[in-house]
């Protein structure tokens, strides 16, 4: 079985300061996906990561792939109140099942 | 608009007692899929379904049931259910199974009483 672990699983950080949130996963994938979920809402996909080395920004958030050591980051620039939310990393084994991560729930205080 | 609706929002019932849980999608996406959320585990796949009358058990199966006789809905059937599948349940749907994001419904937030 395909286990995702996500660290770490709470996040507060100060306005404008810099964090990574990490994904690792325990099998070959060459697919990762990030999605962010605001508190009682549905999920929103964030980035697609489809090899290795990939990298895609949006906004604060940069997202990276490194498949040989089965590890994803997001990374957080100047953070502000607005990304506070959960994020999941999930990954695919096969290209039809999916395994999310645990979940990372980021607080931005002022 | 593109979006996936589940019905019904908020739902409480009694153990045993049959229920249907719908998802519709208007993207004509090919995959669609289930997922239970609880704290502490994050989302887990209940079934997915690659196109119209192919469905395949996903991490958690064991309790639900699905159909995908139209390539837009893809209802989650719990014959029998039991307090363990109290849960917040959410409907995906994507273009394929990979390399495409997920558009995700509102949610279903079951309790089983």
């Known amino acids: 079985e395909l286990k995702v672990e996500q660290n770490p699983l709470f996040l507060s950080m100060q306005e404008e300061k810099n964090y990574t949130i990490y994904c690792n996963y325990s099998t070959t994938s060459d697919r990762l996906y990030w999605y962010r979920q605001d508190p009682g809402k549905s999920l929103e996909s964030l980035f697609v990561?489809?090899?290795?080395?990939a990298v895609k920004q949006e906004g604060r958030l940069m997202a990276s792939l490194d498949t040989k050591a089965r590890l994803s980051t997001l990374h957080i620039t100047a953070a502000v109140h607005d990304l506070s939310a959960t994020y999941f990393c999930?990954?695919?084994?096969?290209?039809?099942?999916?395994?999310f991560g645990t979940g990372t729930s980021l607080t931005v205080i002022p | 608009e593109a979006q996936v609706t589940q019905n019904p929002r908020y739902l409480i019932t009694v153990t045993g007692k049959k229920l249907t849980v719908t998802c519709s999608q208007n993207?004509?996406?090919?995959?669609m899929s289930w997922y239970r959320q609880d704290p502490g585990l994050g989302l887990r796949q209940i079934y997915y379904s690659m196109n119209v009358e192919v469905t395949d058990k996903g991490d958690v199966p064991e309790g639900y049931k699905v159909s995908r006789k139209e390539k837009r809905n893809f209802p989650l059937i719990l014959e029998s259910p039991s307090p363990n599948q109290t849960s917040l349940y959410f409907c995906?749907?994507?273009?394929?199974?990979?390399?495409?994001?997920?558009?995700f419904g509102q949610g279903t937030r079951l309790t089983v009483v």
């Open positions: 995906a749907s994507s273009p394929q199974a990979w390399d495409t994001e997920a558009f």
């Open positions: 999930a990954v695919d084994s096969t290209g039809n099942q999916f395994y």
């Open positions: 990561l489809l090899s290795n080395g």
């Open positions: 993207m004509n996406h090919e995959y």
